[in-house]
């Protein structure tokens, strides 16, 4: 079949608001793709946004039987599961905003650095994002494309082989660029300078990069002052105000932004949005983030950069654990073998209760369990949950959205191994990545 019937066909289904023409939008070459896209208006290009969310949502469905079938079987817990095509899915989203707008998609390693599915990433992104050498290292080698490396402050031996691995270096402060402005650019790397953008609605301090006396971005005032001195030096401005929110508070926050730095934009080659975009979520407003890029790169003439990184894996994996034991103490209390102090840290950081598959808030089913982790911390507990049925030692139980922000932030706290990493690779087969030993533990202390 030609292109253009290809084309042509694509433009019918979606008129005709046909789910399928979700996949076969994703197979055209990028030609084809950006041929699609000049071709429909702009009722046409929303109808297909939500076919290809809808696709999407209707594949995570699906995931959530699988994650059961395979945790039934003999997979030994606790085990964190990465589903690869579930990724691409996401990855596919994250392709389409780029398909609509021409900007770039970095993918942040502090969120997810499970290097053996950056293959199926990498096809889709054009780098990642990295907060210090070992991140810059990792990305440069695994995962290839641009690396952006962002610090709050940069060691000095560590700064020429940060600069060996990256393709641009963003500076928190003008003493740091001062210090090592100079370097980089004989390095041929471009210079970058976080900003505070003087809005955020991050609730949680702890995630606020704009919380008073945040040490996160240089300051409006400050900038003003020094700015001028560097001119000449600055490839780009970053920031980062957002955690796990939608493109209203990104559309503020923009708002926020230019108020405080569109003089200087239009000089640049880039400006970074930088991450906290949950863009791959059911409920994420796609077009509006869409008209924000656009309208931004039309006004200022610059490349824009994003850099989500829990958007990249999104409930794209799981954590399984099985009831070691269940005691009682005017509650019944199960016992697992896996720990939220040392295997989903964010569970007592935020803190937030995990979704555990098959399970209900507290007086929502019939049976009612504390859920907690083996380790001697008091608070090491995921929740209050109830299930359908009394839990027995030995079941299985699945904690949702489990790829981001564990892999890379558990420990080995009183010794307790780390979960085995597994992946689902396209095509159903399990492959068992990563096993964790003594010497994981032991290497760790001296």
Not at 193 to 220: D, Q
Not at 274 to 286: M, P
Not at 364 to 377: H, Q, S, V
Not at 390 to 414: E, H
Request: charged residues 30%; glycine residues 8%; positive net charge.
């Amino acid at each position: 079949m030609s292109a253009d019937r290809k084309i042509e066909e694509i433009i019918k289904a979606i008129s005709g608001k046909d789910i399928a023409i979700a996949d076969k939008y994703h197979t055209l070459s990028g030609n084809e793709r950006k041929k699609v896209i000049e071709t429909l208006k702009p009722k046409g290009l929303k109808s297909l946004t939500n076919l290809i969310k809808k696709a999407k949502k209707r594949s995570f469905e699906l995931a959530n039987k699988r994650f059961i079938s395979i945790a039934e079987g003999k997979l030994q817990t606790p085990v964190y599961l990465i589903d690869e095509t579930l990724i691409e899915e996401n990855m596919r989203i994250l392709k389409y905003v780029k398909d609509r707008t021409g900007c770039r998609i970095l993918h942040a390693l502090k969120a997810y650095a499970s290097f053996t599915t950056f293959p199926v990433m990498k096809k889709y992104l054009d780098g990642v994002c990295a907060s210090g050498l070992n991140e810059a290292r990792l990305g440069y080698e695994e995962f290839g494309g641009k690396v952006h490396t962002f610090g709050a402050a940069y060691r000095e031996d560590e700064i020429r082989q940060i600069l060996k691995y990256s393709k641009a270096i963003i500076f928190n402060s003008f003493y740091q660029l001062q210090e090592y402005g100079e370097k980089t650019k004989k390095g041929n790397v471009e210079i970058g300078l976080r900003v505070n953008p003087g809005h955020a609605e991050v609730t949680n301090r702890m995630y606020n990069p704009c919380a008073p006396y945040s040490r996160l971005g240089i300051i409006n005032e400050v900038f003003k002052e020094e700015f001028p001195k560097y001119r000449g030096m600055v490839d780009g401005l970053h920031f980062h105000a957002m955690c796990e929110q939608n493109s209203d508070v990104l559309e503020r926050i923009l708002n926020s932004f230019e108020r405080l730095y569109g003089e200087y934009i239009k000089e640049l080659k880039w400006v970074n949005f930088g991450g906290g975009h949950h863009i791959t979520r059911d409920d994420y407003n796609l077009e509006l983030l869409i008209k924000l890029i656009n309208t931004f790169k039309k006004k200022y003439k610059v490349e824009v950069y994003l850099e989500p990184g829990e958007a990249s894996v999104l409930n794209a994996g799981v954590l399984i654990s099985s009831v070691l034991d269940i005691v009682k103490n005017k509650m019944e209390i199960a016992i697992l073998d896996t720990s939220a102090e040392a295997h989903m840290p964010d569970v007592l950081l935020m803190p937030y209760r995990p979704c555990i598959i098959d399970s209900g808030k507290p007086g929502e089913k019939k049976y009612a369990y504390r859920i907690a982790g083996p380790t001697c911390l008091a608070g090491d507990i995921m929740g209050d949950y109830s299930f359908d049925k009394p839990l027995k030692r030995g079941d299985k139980l699945i904690f949702t959205d489990m790829a981001l922000y564990t892999i890379v932030k558990n420990t080995t706290f009183n010794g307790i191994n780390l979960p085995d990493i597994a992946v689902i690779r396209d095509g159903g087969k399990v492959e068992l990545v990563r096993r964790f030993s003594y010497k994981d533990y032991r290497n760790r202390q001296s």
